[in-house]
């Protein structure tokens, strides 16, 4: 049976329909629509950038791209130390001049060199900042009424493992073996204690907005010595940053023999840091609070020299 003319054509308008551009046009947005209403997983959310990033010592650039100080407690000038490490490749000299005055010895580091050295240490794909520290004194002490002797001090050997950083929290953690020796003839002299002492402490500092606390435990043990026992330490202080170069510290620091009646003294110190660049000018002045030998008295000025031998 043959189909009319007009029902013969509808195949081909629908045809031509389908084929036009404005319908295709509009058919391509429907389908961009529909699949923007399909539900896609959410892209990972960007971690926030960490509060207390790891720094430079000295001088460094803060989270504002501001040059500021460091006011974490450390030694130089302090008693306490941190447990921060210089940067991979970056010398840290140290040059000061420090008192120790007590009624039955006076003892004074004319020039006492701290020199330190950066480094990273890998192990089983881990990463270890490393420092290691070598550091004499070029010195002079005095006896009771005697003149005074003069020659080089006690020196010490160390290295500073830094094994823990939370650069979210502002926590740290090292430990610092170290080894102190007597070099010829300075023993007799009064410069510094007979044979070796092996020192172990841990060190601890937290940052916050406010200031920045350090904590230290220390054991001591002589080496060569008959005359000495093994003591501890226990340091505790607080430094702030009231300029961008200008910070304040101070530590509460106090050793003991094992059975606490011995070698027992408890001190306080302050000290100032001033950074210009990578000169940084720090002073300290102390007191001991207790103390078996009678009162002793601190006294320490100096310098922080920082060599980058990346630049």
């Given at each position: 049976?043959?189909?009319p003319a007009?029902?013969?054509?509808?195949?081909?308008?629908?045809?031509?329909?389908?084929?036009?551009?404005?319908?295709?046009?509009?058919?391509?947005?429907?389908?961009?629509?529909?699949?923007?209403?399909?539900?896609?997983?959410?892209?990972?959310?960007?971690?926030?950038?960490?509060?207390?990033?790891?720094?430079?010592?000295?001088?460094?650039?803060?989270?504002?791209?501001?040059?500021?100080?460091?006011?974490?407690?450390?030694?130089?000038?302090?008693?306490?130390?941190?447990?921060?490490?210089?940067?991979?490749?970056?010398?840290?000299?140290?040059?000061?001049?420090?008192?120790d005055f007590?009624?039955?010895?006076?003892?004074?580091?004319?020039?006492?060199?701290?020199?330190?050295?950066?480094?990273?240490?890998?192990?089983?794909?881990?990463?270890?900042?490393?420092?290691?520290?070598?550091?004499?004194?070029?010195?002079?002490?005095?006896?009771?009424?005697?003149?005074?002797?003069?020659?080089?001090?006690?020196?010490?050997?160390?290295?500073?493992?830094?094994?823990?950083?939370?650069?979210?929290?502002?926590?740290?953690?090292?430990?610092?073996?170290?080894?102190?020796?007597?070099?010829?003839?300075?023993?007799?002299?009064?410069?510094?204690?007979?044979?070796?002492?092996?020192?172990?402490?841990?060190?601890?500092?937290?940052?916050?907005?406010?200031?920045?606390?350090?904590?230290?435990?220390?054991?001591?043990?002589?080496?060569?010595?008959?005359?000495?026992?093994?003591?501890?330490?226990?340091?505790?202080?607080?430094?702030?940053?009231?300029?961008?170069?200008?910070?304040?510290?101070g530590d509460?620091?106090?050793?003991?023999?094992?059975?606490?009646?011995?070698?027992?003294?408890?001190?306080?110190?302050?000290?100032?840091?001033?950074?210009?660049?990578?000169?940084?000018?720090?002073?300290?002045?102390?007191?001991?609070?207790?103390?078996?030998?009678?009162?002793?008295?601190?006294?320490?000025?100096?310098?922080?020299?920082?060599?980058?031998?990346?630049?």
């Open positions: 049976m043959r189909r007009a029902r013969r054509g509808i195949p081909l308008v629908v045809a031509l329909l389908l084929l036009h551009p404005s319908f295709m046009w509009r058919a391509g947005a429907q389908t961009s629509q529909n699949a923007k209403q399909v539900p896609t997983a959410e892209a990972p959310k960007k971690q926030a950038p960490p509060l207390f990033p790891r720094h430079r010592r000295g001088i460094y650039l803060n989270n504002d791209k501001i040059e500021v100080i460091d006011a974490t407690p450390q030694s130089p000038p302090l008693d306490i130390d941190d447990p921060s490490v210089p940067d991979k490749g970056e010398f840290e000299i140290n040059l000061l001049t420090a008192a007590s009624a039955d010895l006076r003892k004074v580091d004319m020039l006492r060199v701290d020199a330190n050295y950066g480094m990273v240490l890998k192990s089983f794909g881990h990463e270890l900042p490393t420092q290691v520290k070598f550091e004499i004194p070029v010195a002079a002490a005095r006896a009771g009424g005697n003149p005074y002797e003069i020659g080089m001090g006690g020196g010490i050997f160390g290295l500073k493992f830094n094994f823990y950083n939370d650069e979210h929290r502002g926590l740290r953690l090292s430990i610092y073996p170290q080894l102190e020796f007597a070099t010829p003839g300075s023993a007799e002299k009064d410069l510094t204690e007979k044979g070796q002492t092996m020192i172990v402490p841990l060190l601890l500092s937290k940052e916050s907005k406010l200031m920045t606390l350090a904590a230290n435990a220390a054991i001591e043990k002589p080496v060569h010595d008959a005359g000495r026992e093994a003591s501890g330490e226990l340091s505790v202080g607080a430094g702030r940053a009231f300029f961008r170069k200008l910070a304040v510290m509460l620091h106090g050793e003991s023999a094992f059975d606490f009646k011995r070698d027992r003294r408890l001190s306080i110190d302050g000290g100032v840091i001033y950074g210009v660049r990578k000169a940084i000018w720090y002073a300290r002045l102390g007191h001991t609070l207790l103390s078996d030998e009678g009162p002793h008295t601190f006294f320490a000025v100096g310098m922080k020299f920082l060599i980058d031998t990346n630049d």
